[in-house]
């Protein structure tokens, strides 16, 4: 897992948007953050900068300093709201989708249109937080990973 830059953020691993929608999350994202525990997991729409997606749980978001997007979009902390549709809340968008045991979700046509995403691009798994990991489209992070890519595992 190389780090792009001193006191940098760390790549895990890149992620290959399938034909079919399928994304493979990173071994090691996986079983960092436990993001197959619960079966469900939330898309949250990615910064300007590096665009994607960030990813986690219930479980690491409730008791976090942001809890406070679930207590406010009870429909999301619910899962009421439908399976890939994404609700707008203090400027960013955000999602939940069902994740299989070994850690593939699958996203709809319209989800990849909404995260301005397509299949055939290989998003940059990156270590963000403590509670959640952001899958990048593009930036300088892309750009730099590029220098490294016979170091990064493609899934």
């Known amino acids: 897992m190389p780090q792009m830059n001193k006191g940098g953020k760390f790549i895990v691993g890149k992620s290959l948007i399938r034909e079919d929608g399928v994304l493979q999350f990173p071994e090691q994202a996986i079983q960092e953050y436990d993001?197959?525990?619960?079966?469900r997991i939330y898309l949250i729409t990615g910064s300007k900068k590096t665009g994607g997606f960030c990813v986690t749980r219930k479980g690491l978001l409730a008791p976090s300093k942001l809890g406070h997007i679930l207590s406010d979009t009870?429909?999301?902390k619910d899962y009421s709201v439908k399976q890939g549709e994404f609700i707008k809340y203090k400027g960013r968008s955000y999602s939940w989708v069902e994740i299989s045991d070994d850690g593939k979700i699958v996203l709809t046509d319209e989800m990849l249109s909404f995260l301005k995403?397509?299949?055939g691009m290989k998003l940059l798994s990156i270590?963000?937080?403590d509670i959640a990991f952001t899958m990048g489209a593009y930036g300088p992070l892309i750009e730099e990973s590029m220098k490294h890519e016979d170091e990064i595992p493609v899934f």
């Open 74 to 76: 009870p429909e999301l």
């Open 127 to 129: 270590r963000s937080s």
């Open 35 to 39: 993001i197959t525990a619960e079966g």
């Open 117 to 119: 995403i397509k299949s």
